[in-house]
């Protein structure tokens, strides 16, 4: 963990704060004067702010069940931050994994731990992710065929790896991909001649949601591993 990270988590500094204590010289990595904030600090590390050994607070992991019309973002623009939801000391530090449109509900996880967040993110992953569609028109008898196959995304040449297709009814399906694709699910259909007119996604990897709207809470030390 980055030392300025390791001060903000050990600490009520701001990471602009923890730069300038660090520049003062008053902090030490195992008797040792540091003051970049790059540096890098393990477990085992004695961190000492002004003679005092600091001990970082546990990382948080959090389900958020996202609202329609609520920005994937820390801070407010055409609509409000999700973070709105989230009433927790110090949300400020906590980012998104999986960002959702604005036009999308559904399961949003938060944390201040970036390993977490990478090993769910990372491309060679394969993060499962579904998302329950509403659709324009009829789905067309041949399209979880395509979806398994892989389709071309307009302005791409590569095909979007295989996705499984399940239809609920002839306008609503459920639709899991491994990749994070730009707009990819909204794409997808509208390469198949459809239109996606409701996007919600309902579960990452193994964790489904289960909050009401608006609503979140942390995750337990097993769904935490899960991803790991």
């Excluded at 393990?42 to 069940?65: Q, T």
């Excluded at 992953?125 to 398994?148: G, H, M, W």
């Excluded at 302005?155 to 996705?163: D, H, I, M, V, W």
């Excluded at 730009?182 to 996007?199: E, I």
């Amino acid at each position: 963990m980055r030392l300025d990270k390791f001060l903000c988590k050990s600490t009520k500094l701001t990471r602009s704060a923890a730069t300038e204590v660090l520049a003062l010289g008053e902090v030490s990595v195992n008797g040792s004067i540091v003051t970049e904030a790059r540096f890098q600090v393990h477990e085992n590390n004695s961190v000492l702010w002004r003679g005092e050994r600091l001990i970082a607070r546990p990382s948080r992991y959090i389900m958020l069940h996202k609202p329609l019309n609520t920005l994937s973002s820390n801070v407010d623009g055409d609509y409000p931050s999700l973070f709105h939801c989230i009433d927790i000391e110090r949300a400020e530090d906590l980012h998104i994994v999986g960002r959702l449109d604005a036009d999308t509900s559904g399961l949003v996880l938060l944390t201040d731990d970036g390993r977490w967040s990478f090993e769910i993110i990372r491309p060679d992953k394969l993060c499962p992710k579904t998302y329950r569609v509403t659709l324009r028109d009829p789905i067309a008898a041949d399209v979880a065929e395509k979806f398994n196959v892989g389709v071309q995304l307009q302005n791409e040449s590569k095909l979007t790896a295989p996705a499984m297709l399940k239809v609920i009814n002839e306008r609503e399906v459920l639709l899991t991909i491994t990749e994070g694709r730009y707009h990819q699910v909204k794409r997808m259909f509208a390469a198949v001649g459809n239109r996606v007119n409701g996007l919600h996604r309902e579960q990452i990897g193994d964790l489904q949601l289960d909050v009401v709207l608006g609503n979140w809470r942390f995750l337990s030390p097993q769904e935490v591993a899960g991803f790991l």
